[in-house]
């Protein structure tokens, strides 16, 4: 399967914190890209950058042949593709869809059976690598559905990810990304407890980390946060809120195939306390307070 390039348009669904950088490659890029968000505001970088804005989700799915979503919630990607106004009721069949949401594998492919009963081809596709990662277009993403779908659009992702790996038939991203976060939600975890003890130790935080980040301690939370931390920077890069969405899911998702996951329920209960004394908005490296 081969995707024509030529007289291509793309719609971008959500266009927040890693919407905005991955919507902004296409554009780089030469593509046409048709914007909608719920708030235009959101949008108004990119318009100014060429895009074009479209008034609703089914506008844009009328008028593009490869539709792309970055949006919060999997009720969100229901309602954006399964909804009367979404795109499955209004893209053109032949229409290539590409969730980039970490969503429901259940929803991944419910998504996809929907769209194949259409004439339509779906992937979903999350990503990692937070608003560093979008900005550099250097997000890894994990792609679940049919593989010469997956090769007619690596093409496209390329633009905004640079580990681009298909993992299997639909469902099969979102799965993936549920490993991801689940290995970030007790790592997080273990960056914070490190910097509080070089803190505590009366050591110097930041020299502790040059000596460790590079070590069997490394990873990208403790390289790409832990400065954050020490620096009281909480803007997100990852709203807690999204992270707590994350962990339910793979929570379900582990529950449902009777796996234990003690770190995975730490985190949680973790991150909900922040959520109850108002940090939902703020970045996930916010953790961090609970051990001041």
Not at 69 to 87: F, R
């Amino acid at each position: 399967m081969t995707l024509v390039q030529e007289n291509l348009i793309i719609g971008f669904v959500g266009t927040g914190v890693m919407g905005k950088s991955m919507a902004g490659h296409l554009l780089k890029a030469g593509y046409q890209v048709l914007v909608f968000n719920r708030t235009k505001a959101s949008a108004e970088e990119l318009i100014r950058l060429g895009a074009i804005w479209q008034d609703t989700v089914a506008e844009l799915a009328a008028r593009s042949n490869v539709i792309i979503s970055m949006v919060g919630y999997p009720k969100d990607v229901e309602e954006v593709y399964l909804g009367a106004g979404g795109i499955i009721n209004h893209a053109k069949s032949g229409s290539y869809l590409v969730d980039m949401t970490t969503s429901s594998p259940a929803l991944a492919k419910k998504i996809y059976e929907e769209a194949r009963a259409k004439g339509m081809y779906a992937l979903d596709a999350p990503v990692s690598g937070g608003d560093v990662g979008a900005k550099e277009a250097r997000l890894a993403i994990m792609v679940g559905g049919d593989e010469d779908v997956f090769t007619a659009l690596v093409p496209i992702l390329s633009y905004v990810g640079e580990n681009i790996i298909l993992q299997g038939r639909a469902g099969a991203g979102q799965h993936t990304k549920m490993c991801n976060q689940i290995a970030i939600a007790s790592n997080m975890m273990g960056v914070c407890e490190a910097m509080a003890y070089a803190h505590k130790s009366g050591l110097n935080p930041e020299t502790v980390l040059k000596s460790i980040e590079s070590g069997a301690a490394g990873s990208w939370s403790l390289s790409n946060l832990a400065p954050r931390m020490l620096a009281n920077n909480f803007e997100p890069g990852f709203y807690v809120k999204h992270f707590i969405k994350d962990m339910t899911i793979a929570l379900h998702s582990a529950q449902e195939m009777g796996l234990l996951t003690p770190g995975l329920e730490l985190a949680k209960s973790l991150y909900d306390r922040l959520a109850e004394q108002g940090e939902e908005n703020s970045g996930t490296q916010v953790l961090y307070k609970l051990y001041g």
